[in-house]
């Protein structure tokens, strides 16, 4: 007994130097997988050294340890260490070595061709390896059986349901100036296994307001976090060593294991055609990677027309800038390791507007004189898309994510990715097709030049080509419409003020050009665009 008394006073000891070793103060995370750990506390200095409990995937070049001055710190060693560990029994006879010593009962049951049950009270004396229990009887007869065959066990008093395993470690030794003690404790590191993934939700309000919230969702992988200040970092540093574990722990600085959580934050996919105009912005992939995106910009932003952009009335839009960051604090947060949770960042008012846009392109054939389907494009309807204009009057960007928007009434109408929009810029998000706003295209030949160019022994017709498209609003308000047309050949005209725009691509006949309209259509009003070009035809 007493060895076992012993052993359980050595446990309880080691439980409080853990409990005395510097926990987690604050967390900055990036969305990427990384964060910068910052523990504080206090250690026991025994003999010149104490323990720092780190984990074993720092990245290189980032550990950062102080103490006391009084202290003083000589070095840090890393080595590998094998400390007992408490578990949980798993299994009956794991439950009975536990509790040797103890006053138990024990019932046995067979089920076979002679079925019985037996019941011995008494004292567990002895469990071998191969599971063979000596129990001392109330009379004071031995009774040895293996653990297997015991069907159920009641411990008197004093229970012990856990047992001790031996556990190997890479663990920090401290080394200080002074042998004894205790000092103040801080250390920081980047490490990986930690994310946040931002959502927003944007409730309409008016027809050119709306009510954004912004919500982080942490994916935390890591470690148990105890009323630990959280910070959530909005930007893209260069972290060139970010997938080498510090040689501390990894002699070659070699990649080490890192945690999959399933995102790539570093990258978005945009492969749609995009400009700081109205029309061209949107994403036509209408993809989020893996539900979250990186902070890049999208080049759909533009700055903000302060004389157009109304003040409105900010609720919430805590945070702050550094350098090329800027940081959403949260304080006095418990996540234990391997969960998540979310929580509201921000909610404050921004401007939306309603926006609807087309576009029609011709195909690279028509680039090169090869208009063979270009028929199909002389008369057909135009897919229309409505989107939403969102200027960014706020404080604090826009984190590139997954927005989910709603009417007044809470019904959703849309979801779809925002980019990156800075504080005084202004995006777009589409919501879907238009279902009450109509746009046709018809285009045909007005005249033609026979023999006009020849190269290489081919001849090119060139063709003068004449547009229409008819937009027609069937709604019971105004819309903003913004119409692209880009086409093969060289633009002579353009009604309502459309612009034009070329571009010579090399090799190929006709040049890339572009139209581009921003108009009011009024409720239940019909417009018409018209526009002429020429181009080289090889029928």
């Known amino acids: ?289 893996n539900t979250a995106v990186s902070n890049y910009v999208n080049s759909s932003t533009s700055t903000l027309n302060n004389s157009n952009n109304p003040e409105l009335n900010l609720d919430s839009d805590a945070g702050e800038k550094s350098g090329d960051i800027y940081i959403y604090s949260l304080n006095d947060i418990t996540l234990k390791k391997l969960s998540s949770g979310m929580f509201t960042i921000s909610s404050r008012s921004i401007k939306a507007i309603d926006r609807y846009e087309a576009s029609l392109k011709s195909t690279a054939g028509d680039l090169r004189g090869s208009l063979t389907n270009r028929l199909e494009a002389w008369s057909k309807n135009m897919d229309v898309f409505h989107s939403l204009e969102l200027w960014n009057n706020g404080s604090s960007p826009l984190t590139a994510g997954a927005m989910t928007v709603s009417d007044k009434d809470g019904r959703i109408i849309g979801q779809n990715t925002v980019y990156y929009t800075p504080a005084g810029a202004k995006t777009y998000l589409r919501l879907s097709k238009a279902i009450d706003i109509t746009i046709n295209s018809s285009e045909e030949e007005a005249s033609r030049e026979e023999n006009a160019k020849k190269i290489k022994k081919v001849v090119y017709t060139k063709s003068r080509m004449r547009g229409i498209l008819t937009i027609t609003n069937y709604q019971t308000k105004s819309a903003a419409v913004s119409v692209n047309r880009e086409l093969a050949g060289n633009v002579l005209s353009a009604s309502d003020n459309g612009k034009k725009s070329k571009t010579i691509v090399p090799n190929d006949l006709n040049a890339a050009s572009k139209i581009e309209w921003q108009i009011t259509v009024g409720a239940g009003e019909t417009k018409t665009l018209e526009y002429e070009y020429d181009v080289f035809t090889t029928f």
């Not at 506390?41 to 720092?52: E, H, Q, R, V, Y």
């Not at 439950?95 to 046995?108: C, D, I, M």
Request: aromatic fraction near 8%; proline fraction near 3%.
């Open 1 to 289: 007994m007493r060895n076992v008394l012993t052993l359980m006073v050595i446990l309880f000891c080691s439980v409080i130097i853990l409990l005395a070793q510097p926990t987690v103060r604050k967390v900055s995370v990036f969305k990427n997988g990384s964060a910068l750990v910052v523990r504080e506390g206090t250690a026991d200095i025994k003999d010149g050294t104490f323990i720092l409990p780190v984990p074993e995937n720092i990245v290189y070049g980032t550990l950062s340890v102080t103490v006391g001055k009084d202290a003083g710190l000589r070095g840090i060693i890393a080595r590998t260490d094998t400390i007992k560990k408490s578990v949980p029994c798993d299994g009956i006879s794991e439950y009975l070595r536990a509790n040797v010593g103890n006053y138990a009962t024990l019932k046995f049951q067979y089920g076979g061709e002679k079925p019985f049950e037996k019941t011995f009270s008494g004292t567990i004396e002895y469990i071998s390896n191969d599971n063979m229990v000596r129990l001392k009887t109330d009379a004071g007869s031995s009774v040895i059986f293996n653990a297997g065959a015991v069907d159920n066990v009641e411990i008197r008093s004093n229970t012990v349901s856990t047992r001790t395993t031996d556990s190997i470690v890479k663990r920090l030794h401290v080394l200080t100036n002074r042998q004894s003690g205790s000092t103040d404790v801080q250390a920081s590191y980047m490490t990986r296994g930690i994310t946040w993934v931002p959502t927003y939700s944007l409730k309409m309000q008016n027809d050119t307001s709306a009510q954004l919230e912004l919500r982080a969702t942490i994916e935390n992988n890591i470690e148990d976090l105890t009323n630990s200040d959280v910070e959530l970092i909005i930007g893209a540093p260069e972290m060139s060593f970010l997938y080498k574990i510090d040689p501390l722990f990894s002699s070659n600085s070699s990649t080490s294991g890192v945690v999959n959580s399933g995102i790539d934050n570093n990258f978005f996919s945009n492969n749609g055609t995009t400009s700081n105009s109205f029309g061209t912005f949107a994403n036509t992939s209408n993809t989020i990677s």
